[in-house]
C-alpha cells in the first residue's frame, strides 16, 4: 500500500538560480546535489523525507519539442507548484516579500484558509505555488 510522497519534481531553466531561491528565499534546505547528470533536490526543513528535485528543462530526459513546450508553460506560468502550508501566512507573505518573492495575490481568506499566490524565479512567471494557513491554525 502506497504510504507516502517521497519525490515530487519542479522543471527549472536554471538549476543554480533555483537551489538559491529555494534555499535563501523559502528556507528550504539542500537534500541532494550531485553532478554529472545534476541531480538537485531540496525540502523544508521541517519535512525531511520530502525531496522536491529541481530539474532542468534542457535536460537529457526530453527531447529538443519537449523542453520547448515544458518552457513555454513555465514562462507563461502554467505550472503549479503545489500548496506551501504555515502556520501563518500574512507572516509569511510580508517576510518572502521583503526577501524578493514575488506575489500575485496577497493574503486573501478562502472557504479553507488563508492564502497567498506566489512563484519561484523560474522565467518571468514561474512555477506557481498556493501559500496556505490552513482554518483553524
Known amino acids: 500500500m502506497i504510504q507516502r510522497l517521497a519525490y515530487t519534481q519542479l522543471y527549472v531553466l536554471d538549476q543554480d538560480a533555483a537551489r538559491d531561491f529555494y534555499v535563501d528565499k523559502l528556507g528550504f534546505e539542500v537534500r541532494t546535489d550531485a553532478h554529472g547528470f545534476r541531480w538537485l533536490t531540496v525540502g523544508p526543513k521541517s519535512q525531511p523525507e520530502l525531496q522536491i528535485i529541481l530539474m532542468k528543462i534542457d535536460g537529457p530526459n526530453l527531447d529538443k519539442d519537449t523542453a520547448a513546450s515544458l518552457r513555454r508553460l513555465l514562462e507563461q506560468g502554467i505550472l503549479c507548484g503545489g500548496v506551501l502550508e504555515t502556520s501563518d501566512c500574512r507572516q509569511d507573505y510580508e517576510d518572502l516579500k521583503a526577501k524578493g518573492v514575488e506575489f500575485s495575490s496577497p493574503p486573501v481568506e478562502r ?27
Not at 472557504?111 to 491554525?137: C, H, P
Open 111 to 137: 472557504f479553507y484558509g488563508i492564502e497567498a499566490v506566489m512563484k519561484d524565479n523560474s522565467g518571468n512567471s514561474g512555477n506557481w505555488f498556493s501559500l496556505t494557513q490552513r482554518k483553524g491554525n
